[in-house]
Structures are given as C-alpha cells and as structure tokens.
C-alpha cells in the first residue's frame, strides 16, 4: 500500500507564504506522478499543481502560475508545494494525491491553510 502524509499548513496573512510537505511511504514504484488539490468547504476539490516522479515534468492551475511552485526531493519521497503571495482565496484544505500503476489512486489526509486579509 501507498500512503500520503500532508504537512505545513497554517495561518498567514494576504501576500505571506507556506511550504507544504507530502510524504510518501508504501510501495512508491507504483506511484507515477503527485498532484496537490485544494478545497474549500462546500466545494468541489479542484487540482493546483502536478509533479511526475520521473522526468520532474510539471503544470500548474493557471490561478497560481508565478505564485505557487511544486518540486520533489526523490530521495526523502517528498513532494513540496512553495505557496508565495497567498491570497485570501487560497486559503482551505490542500491535498496530496498519488497516481500510479496498477489502479493506485492514493490521497493524503489534507493540511489545511488560513489567509487573512
């Protein structure tokens, strides 16, 4: 089994900035890539950002192009999110989610994030 641990959220003022930490521990070679998702509640969970464990191929939501930044540290199997210049709208519950072979669909607990204005 595969199992995603967030950490790193917190509370921040507008124009602040978190790094977001998930972990991976399981059977890693089934994961081919790492997405963080963001919701609030109420809302559906949407995908901010995307990171493949090999190659470091990357995409981001629109919304947090020049803001946000995802990156991995292979050899701790942890996946980072650098949120800089948050905004208000950021703020809520930020997923990991890990994909792979052989159906792995795997997500992370969340950790969750306050912007105050």
């Known amino acids: 089994q595969v199992q995603l641990v967030e950490s790193g959220g917190g509370s921040v003022q507008a124009g602040g900035s978190l790094r977001l930490s998930c972990v991976a521990s399981g059977k890693l070679f089934s994961i081919s890539s790492v997405g963080w998702y963001h919701q609030v509640l109420g809302r559906e969970r949407e995908w901010v950002a995307i990171i493949t464990t090999a190659g470091n191929i990357i995409d981001y939501r629109e919304h947090v192009k020049g803001r946000f930044t995802i990156s991995r540290d292979s050899a701790k199997n942890v996946v980072y999110l650098q949120m800089n210049n948050l905004k208000p709208e950021d703020a809520g519950v930020y997923y990991c989610?890990?994909?792979?072979?052989?159906?792995?669909?795997?997500w992370g607990k969340g950790t969750a994030v306050s912007v105050s204005s």
């Open positions: 989610r890990g994909r792979g072979d052989y159906g792995v669909d795997v």
